[in-house]
DNA sequence: CATGAATGAGAATTCATTCAT
DNA sequence: AATGAATGAATTCTCATTCAT
C-alpha cells in the first residue's frame, strides 16, 4: 500500500519522504470523511483514504480530537471565506446578508462535522475558524443595520444560520426547496419593515410584548 | 446493588411490588438519560439510574431499540400534548400559533434524543408521536390560515419547529432569551402583514423573487 | 398466568395445591422441549411450556441438570421398554432385532436430548435408562446369537444403535428412506452368513485381518 | 499477556515477524479447540490459546463464523485429502473403499466441529470441503462398484461416514477397537456376497422385503 | 519516519439461578 | 408452597490508540 507514484484508493501518497505531503492527505481524506459521517467516524477509515498508515496519522495526530479540530479549524474558515466572498458582490447590504445565507447554506451545511461543532461552539468561539465566521457575520450585520429590524444582533444571525444549517441537514439532499422557504420566511423576519424591534437586552421568556 | 432503603439516582428498587414500578423507573431513567445524551447511551448507564439489573431492563425490553422506542413514543406524545393544550387556551388563532411553539420549544426541545428523532423522522412520522404532533400543527395552520402569508403550508411550519428545536438544544439552558428572539423573527416572517406569498410549488433554488 | 381450569400455553397447571402434578407439568414440558432442542433450551421455556413459574420449577429441580436427568431417566425408560416390546412381538430372534432397532430408531431417534446423552454416556450406562437399554439389547443380542456372526457383542449392538440413531436425527424428518436403507446396510454385516468372525477381544487399530 | 519468552499453550506470540503468522496461530487454535469443543467455542479461548488479543482476531476474522467456515474450509479439505491419499495406494477397489474409511475416521473422526457440521450439511455440501469428500466418495463408490452390493449410492456411503464418525466421537479415544468393529460389520453389510440388491429407488419404511 | 497489525476496554445481549411477595 | 421478576456473569463484536518492524 501507499506504493510511491501509484495511486491508492482516493488521495495520492507522498511520493518521497515528506511528512508534509502526509499531513496534507490526512486531513484532506479527514474533511471528506468527517463532512461525509461527523466526528463519530473510524479513524481507520481515515487513514485507509488518505492512503496513510495508523502510526503515520497518529505521528501528525497524537488523538482523534487533534485531527479534527484541525480540519474543522480549515473547513470553518473555507466556509467563512466561502460566504463572505458570497457576500462581497452584493449590490447592497440587504443582498449581501441574503446572499451570505444562500452561499453557507449551500455550501457547507451539508459538512456534518461542521454542524455538529457549529452547534456546539457557535456562541463562544473556541475554534479560530468560528471566530472568522462570526467576524463576517459582524460585518453584515453592521452594513445592514438600516435594513434590519432593530435590536438583531449578530448572535441572532449566527442563531439563525446554525439553526437553518440544521434544517438543511434534515431535509433531502436534492431538495433545497424547503429549506429555502424556510430562510425566506426568516429573512423577512429579519427585515425592518413595519416590524417592533426585538427587545435590546436581556428579557427572557417574554412571551409577546404586543 | 439496589440497597434497601438508599436511593440510586432516581427511583427506589422496588423491592418486588410490582414489576410495573421497575418498568416506570427504567422508562423514566431512560427519558432522562435519552433527553440527556441522545440515542447513542449506554444502556447499563439506564440500567444503573433506574437501580434495576441488565437482566431487568432485557426483560421488560429486549432491544435497546424497544426500549428507546417506547421512551420516544411517550415523550413525542406529550410533547404534542403539552403544546397542543397550550395553543386551545390562546385567544385567537395567531396566538394559539406561537403559544404553541413557546410550549413546544420550552417543553421538550432539550430532550436530545427526542429532537435527534424529530430531525431524521419529522417528514414520514413513522412514530406515532410524531403523527400527533403533525396533526396538531396541521389544525393551527388552518386556523391561523388568515394570519399567515400565503403559500406557509404544514411541512414548513413542522421544519420551523425542527429548526427552533434545534436552536433550542444549542443554546445555554437557562437562557431562553436567544432562541425567544429567533422564534419571534422567525414568527414574523411566517405573518401575513405586507409579506409577498411564498410559491405554492416547486421552485427550488429561487432567489428572492421580487 | 396458570389460572386454575384454563388452560395456557400448552400444559394444564395443578388445579389445586399439588405439587405432584407440578412435577408431572414440569417434566412433560421438559421431555417435549429437551426432544425438541437438545439440553441447550434456555429453562424458562420449560417453565413456560408446563405452566408454572420459575420459581416452582427450581423448587422441584434444583438445578437444570436435575430436570434434565430425570427427563432423560424417564424417556430413556419409556425408549427402552417400546422397543423392547417391539421386540418380543417379533417371530424369531432375528426378526427380534430388527424389529427392536426400527422401533428404536423411528420412536426416539429424534429425541434430541435423548441422543446427545446417549451418545455422550451409552457405555458406562449412568443413567438407569440407558441399563435398561442395554439390558434389553443384551438379551437380544443372547438370543439372536445363531443368527449373529461371531464375536459380535451388546456393546457393537449398542454402539450401532448410537450410531445409526445420529443417521436419524441428520437425514430429512420426513425421509426415513436414507437411515432405514443404512440400517439395512447394518443389519446384513451383523448376519452370520459367511462373514467371519469378529474379534473376540482386544486388537485394536488392526487393519483387516485378511 | 503473551509476555515475550514465554510460551501460551500452542503458539508463539510472534513479535511481529509478519501478520501471517498470527493468522496461522489463530487457525491453528481454533482447529484445535473447535475439534475439542465445537463451534459453540468461546471465542475468548481461541485468542487465549493462539496468544493474540481479541481485536487481532476479529481484525482477520471479522466474524465468529468467518474463523469457524475458513477453519472448517481447511480442515475438511485435509480430511479429504488424507482420506483420498489412503485410497490412492490401495491394491483394489474395494481395498481402496476400506482404507478410505479407515483413515477418515482414524484421522478427523475426533474433530467435534467437523463432525458437527459434516451432520448439518453432508447432504447439500455447502462447503467447499464437504464437496471434495462427496467427490472422493463418488469416486470410489464407481470404482468399487463390482464389489458393492446393487444398489448403494454416494449418499448411502456418506451417510455412513457420518453415522460412523459419531460412533467414532462418542467411543474412548484410545480405543478405535469398537468403532472398528462396527466399521467392519457396515462394510460387510456393504458387500455384495449374497446379498439382496438394496431398493435403487424411493420405498421408505419397508420392512424386510425377503 | 512510515506502516498497519495488535491491543483491550467497552457495549449489547442471553440465561441459569435467586428471592421478594 | 407458588410465582415470575430480578440478577449479573458470560459472550460476541468495535474502535481509539500503541508498538514492533
Redesign the interface.
Known sequence: MAVAGSEGTTRRRAPRADAALNRESIIEAASQVLAEQGTAVDVREIARRSGVGMGTLYRHFPKKEDLVRTVLHQDFSKWAESAREAAIDAKDPWAAL?DFY?QALTGYARHSAIMENF??T??DSELEGIHQLRLVVEELCTRAADSL?PG?TT??LL??L???G??V???DKR????????L???????RA???EP??TD???????PL
Open positions: 441574503t444562500e452547534a456546539l457557535w456562541s429590524r438583531v448572535d441572532d442563531l439563525l446554525v439553526s437553518l440544521h434544517a441537514q434534515v431535509t431538495d433545497s426547496h424547503m429549506w429555502n422557504r424556510l425566506r420566511i426568516s429573512l423577512d423576519g429579519l419593515d413595519g416590524c426585538l427587545p436581556a428579557s427572557p421568556n417574554t412571551r409577546r
